[in-house]
T-cell receptor, first 112, second 113 residues
Framework: SQTIHQWPATLVQPVGSPLSLECTVE??????LYWYRQAAGRGLQLLFY??????ISSEVPQNLSASRPQDRQFILSSKKLLLSDSGFYLC???????????FGDGTRLSIL | KNEVEQSPQNLTAQEGEFITINCSYS?????LHWLQQHPGGGIVSLFM???GKKKHGRLIATINIQEKHSSLHITASHPRDSAVYIC???????????????FGKGTHLIIQP
């Protein structure tokens, strides 16, 4: 069966510090991968998606970047965090367009 | 961009009541997710449906693709159903073989014993 792992579960970082959140999927190959964010009091929003290694598409301009160094690994990064980067970050995968999405447990990021 | 409207935003009901949550979206789609988010934040996909009706236990989801409308029903509601329910059709701007989701603001459901 397929599983998705996301870590860390919670993270507290100072403004201006770097960020690296990791997501891995097991039990499938060549998944579509997604990063979403839920800011405080707001709905979830798509940040990045990837259909293959090294292929990243961004939906909104922001202080974050994403990378996919391996088939089942998706990383969300920032060089310098802003207060506005606080929120709940979710990774998800599916087998392809039109297929159900499966979500990780999320990372709650607080910026101080 | 697909605009998603969910109603009601907040709903408090008594245990056993029949619950209905509605979702309308602006851009035609082929399928839509209903998601459940518990207080800890974790999200579970309840349904992905493209037509008609799907049932899983006490949960029923319906969709009318032509009307751009979907509903989620809970029969014999229970306090453990308390959560945020989110309607999520695909984004219209993601493509190339991927279908990132766009999300409604969610319905905060509380079932009182």
């Amino acid at each position: 069966s397929q599983t998705i792992h996301q870590w860390p579960a919670t993270l507290v970082q100072p403004v201006g510090s770097p960020l690296s959140l990791e997501c891995t999927v097991e039990g499938t190959s060549n998944p579509n991968l997604y990063w979403y964010r839920q800011a405080a009091g707001r709905g979830l929003q798509l940040l990045f998606y990837s259909v293959g290694i090294g292929q990243i598409s961004s939906e909104v301009p922001q202080n974050l970047s994403a990378s996919r160094p391996q088939d089942r690994q998706f990383i969300l990064s920032s060089k310098k965090l802003l207060l506005s980067d606080s929120g709940f970050y979710l990774c998800a995968w599916n087998r392809g367009q039109g297929q159900p999405q499966h979500f990780g447990d999320g990372t709650r990021l607080s910026i101080l | 961009k697909n605009e998603v409207e969910q109603s009601p935003q907040n709903l408090t009901a008594q245990e056993g009541e029949f619950i209905t949550i509605n979702c309308s979206y602006s851009v035609g789609i082929s399928a839509l997710h209903w998601l459940q988010q518990h207080p800890g934040g974790g999200i579970v996909s309840l349904f992905m449906l493209s037509s008609g009706k799907k049932k899983h236990g006490r949960l029923i989801a319906t969709i009318n693709i032509q009307e751009k409308h979907s509903s989620l029903h809970i029969t014999a509601s229970h306090p453990r159903d308390s959560a945020v329910y989110i309607c999520a059709p695909p984004c219209t701007y993601s493509g190339g073989g991927a279908d990132g989701l766009t999300f409604g603001k969610g319905t905060h459901l509380i079932i009182q014993p």
